[in-house]
């Protein structure tokens, strides 16, 4: 076989979750319009259908990838895939990608992960590259389905050195095989003006304006986040006369939200925070906020601190590993412990009373952003596995090789997909045979 030197004649698909715009959506356009228009690939963004219709708004997977010229599609399932259904699932998807003639997998986030990586397989391809958006948090749903989809795959992305620890520490990942590529960020021209943004919210000029740029769910921590907005309203902003306002941007999720609103009454905090969910204009907004705070718990690489870097807005984060390795070693001081509110709130405090430390750090976290966290390195960085893969396509493990054979395969699915009491046993046994014994794991390393 003639080694593979170039990709502009690849069929590469990037498999997404969702239509909506999160961070790994946006991740996945921003790589596959640079795929198509620096590398002349024949890329596509596939969505796994997330319910009755595909929103066609201006916060929507469909509507950037036409704004960019990308071709999209929908993964038409007779069911939402799920654990329960992955075998039917992916023996339907890997007809398809026999159909359209794939040559390259580039699954976002672990549902994808596992489709692609068993459909890979079933398909006949040469390349699954694992895409790991996270630090594994959800890795105990159905730990030997994950781990019969890593088997499959061929090699591992991580956006984070948390991400690649819980591959090679909890998946068992050859460390050879695991590389980090950081996310990217390239925000768009802004859409309205600062005047326009401040005149919508209503927002007096030389307000202090303090943001949160995340989905609203429980691993955000955004009560940690309300709690030091109250130590400064009683403390630092008691004085000012115009009150800083805090905004909450991200889609979200119902219950999380209700427990947030409910928060904000206790604490009396109602008329200095806001939610906004769908925010099409980020880089328009940012062009207001003065400071950004991420107090998420768990983390890859957040967008949000990224696109706060790129636009010069000084951030404040949780110490965790994803956030350090964003903000870099100047901004130590803004790094502070989880669930600790006392400490963001002293390091929100130390910007907002200097105008000039602010453009100071602003300045720093736009220049590290130019220089580390680009399409152009994103792209360049996924080519070059990309091309190592297609060259060595073996799976890095004797079970990976295993399970090649479609017998082994189907019959390890429905073993892992099936709950009939009668074959709890069997399944077991089987089970603890493919992904448990000394001599695989011995073979395996």
């Known amino acids: 076989m003639t080694d593979i030197n170039k990709i502009d004649d690849l069929h590469i698909i990037i498999l997404i979750e969702s239509s909506k715009l999160g961070g790994a959506e946006r991740q996945a356009i921003l790589l596959t319009r640079e795929l198509r228009n620096t590398y002349s690939a024949c890329a596509q963004v596939w969505i796994l ?19 960019y010229g990308i071709p999209w599609r929908v993964i038409e399932s007779t069911q939402y895939i799920n654990w329960d259904s992955m075998s039917e699932f992916t023996m339907k998807f890997a007809q398809e990608l026999k159909h359209n003639k794939i040559d390259v997998l580039l699954p976002y986030w672990l549902p994808c992960n596992i489709a692609c990586a068993i459909s890979s397989q079933l398909a006949g391809l040469n ?22 989809a890593a ?22 990942v050859t460390e050879n095989r695991v590389c980090i590529i950081p996310n990217a960020v390239d925000l768009p021209q802004p859409i309205k003006s600062p005047e326009e943004w401040r005149e919508e919210l209503g927002i007096i000029e030389k307000t202090l304006i303090v943001c949160m740029i995340a989905h609203i769910t429980m691993d955000k921590d955004h009560t940690t986040l309300l709690h030091a907005w109250r130590l400064l309203l009683d403390t630092t902003f008691s004085e000012y006369e115009r009150k800083p306002h805090l905004y909450l941007l991200g889609a979200p999720v119902t219950t999380t939200l209700n427990k947030l609103k409910k928060l904000i009454n206790k604490l009396d905090i109602s008329k200095h925070v806001t939610f906004i969910d769908n925010v ?16 998420s718990q768990l983390e890859g690489i957040p967008n949000s601190v990224l696109e706060a870097m790129s636009a010069g807005v000084p951030t404040v984060g949780t110490d965790i590993p994803g956030i350090r390795y964003a903000m870099g070693e100047g901004n130590k001081q803004y790094l502070v412990p989880e669930k600790d509110p006392s400490s963001i709130a002293t390091a929100i405090s130390s910007l907002a009373e200097d105008d000039q430390l602010r453009l100071q750090i602003g300045g720093y976290n736009r220049q590290r952003s130019r220089e580390l966290f680009t399409p152009e390195r994103l792209a360049s960085n996924t080519v070059k596995i990309i091309i190592e893969t297609l060259n060595n396509p073996t799976p890095w493990s004797l079970t990976g090789i295993l399970l090649r054979n479609k017998i082994i395969l189907r019959t390890s699915l429905y073993l892992i997909t099936t709950r009939h009491e009668k074959i709890f046993y069997i399944k077991k046994l089987a089970l603890k045979a493919l992904t448990k014994t000394p001599l695989l794991w011995r073979l395996t390393k």
Request: net charge neutral; glycine share 8%; hydrophobic share 35%.
């Open 49 to 67: 259908k997330d319910g009755p219709e595909i929103p066609q708004s201006n916060a929507s997977v469909p509507y950037l990838c036409k704004q």
């Open 127 to 148: 390349a699954c590259i694992w895409g790991q958006r996270d630090e594994g948090r959800t890795a105990g749903i159905n730990s030997h389905l994950i781990k019969i």
């Open 151 to 172: 088997y499959s795959s061929n090699r591992f992305i991580s956006n984070s050195s948390t991400g690649a620890d819980f591959l090679t520490n909890i998946l068992k």
């Open 280 to 295: 099409q204009d980020i880089s328009g907004f940012l062009t207001i906020v003065d400071i950004c705070v991420h107090s």
